[in-house]
């Protein structure tokens, strides 16, 4: 992994902008009438090795999101070994054929966005007896090459992952696109939770985790902010 990796931010820089990171969104949910801890800070170590996300666990940070199963196989597992209490995310698409390996290692999954991964992961939940909790990811910005479920299908697609597939469908998550105003879709992500029902959201990044915060983010995820520039290209 290291020869994709970022190189590593000193211990000490990875604790001050976590310090800094957590000021803002104690900031941002307090000047909203919110309790601070009602907002799970998902600290994103996708592009950075082993020796990043040790310097977060050393700092106190617990939770963490990673895009891509294979890159948090490599990582976790280890690290994990230290710290029952970790919490580990899985916030980036997930291939059908994947499902099996995502159930036996996130703790979260942020992006179940159709019917066929809806059965897998209920098939895989059964046969692992574990449950990790899930958000419906919703293309807000209906892009054709993002992942998530269209705005007007969202609603009835959890319900049913709720009521026909006893899915431990927690929350809605989105990613707005680079070039809209976010809180349009903040907005739009949380009043789609309220018509389902559900009390969770998954909203805002670096650029925009203070924002997401004062309108109702349950979880933020945020990885450059945290850990600097990732070394490697994306994928959407
Ligand atoms: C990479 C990623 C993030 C974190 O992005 P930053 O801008 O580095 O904070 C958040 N959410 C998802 C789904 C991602 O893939």
Same mark, same amino acid.
């Given at each position: 992994m290291s020869e994709t990796s970022a190189q590593p931010k000193s211990a000490s820089v990875v604790a001050a902008n976590l310090a800094a990171v957590r000021g803002e969104i104690a900031e941002a949910a307090r +000047?909203? &009438?919110? !309790?601070? #801890?009602?907002?799970?800070?998902?600290?994103?170590?996708? &592009? @950075? !090795?082993? +020796? #990043?996300? +040790? #310097?977060?666990?050393?700092?106190?940070?617990?939770?963490?999101?990673?895009?891509?199963?294979?890159?948090?196989?490599?990582?976790?597992?280890?690290?994990? #070994?230290?710290?029952?209490?970790?919490?580990? @995310?899985?916030? &980036?698409?997930l291939q059908t054929n994947? +499902?099996? !390996?995502?159930?036996?290692?996130?703790?979260?999954? @942020?992006?179940?966005?159709? !019917?066929r991964l809806a059965d897998a992961l209920a098939a895989e939940m059964e046969k692992q007896n574990k449950r990790p909790k899930l958000f419906v990811q919703v293309n807000t910005g209906e892009e054709v090459q993002k992942a998530g479920i269209l705005p007007a299908e969202a609603v009835a697609f959890a319900r049913w992952c709720i009521d026909e597939k006893n899915l431990p469908v927690v929350g809605l998550m989105c990613i707005p696109p680079v070039d809209e105003e976010p809180a349009l879709h903040f907005s739009l992500l949380r009043e789609l939770a309220k018509d389902a029902g559900l009390s969770q959201l998954s909203m805002g990044m670096s650029a925009d985790y203070a924002l997401a915060a004062r309108l109702g983010a349950t979880h933020v995820r945020v990885g450059t902010a945290i850990f600097g520039e990732r070394h490697y290209p994306e994928k959407a």
């Open positions: +000047a909203s &009438g919110r !309790d601070p #801890a009602a907002v799970t800070l998902i600290a994103v170590s996708k &592009g @950075h !090795d082993a +020796a #990043a996300a +040790a #310097a977060a666990l050393a700092a106190g940070q617990r939770v963490f999101g990673e895009n891509r199963v294979q890159e948090a196989q490599g990582k976790w597992p280890a690290l994990r #070994a230290g710290h029952p209490d970790l919490e580990l @995310h899985l916030i &980036g698409p994947k +499902a099996r !390996d995502a159930v036996a290692l996130f703790d979260v999954i @942020h992006s179940l966005d159709r !019917d």
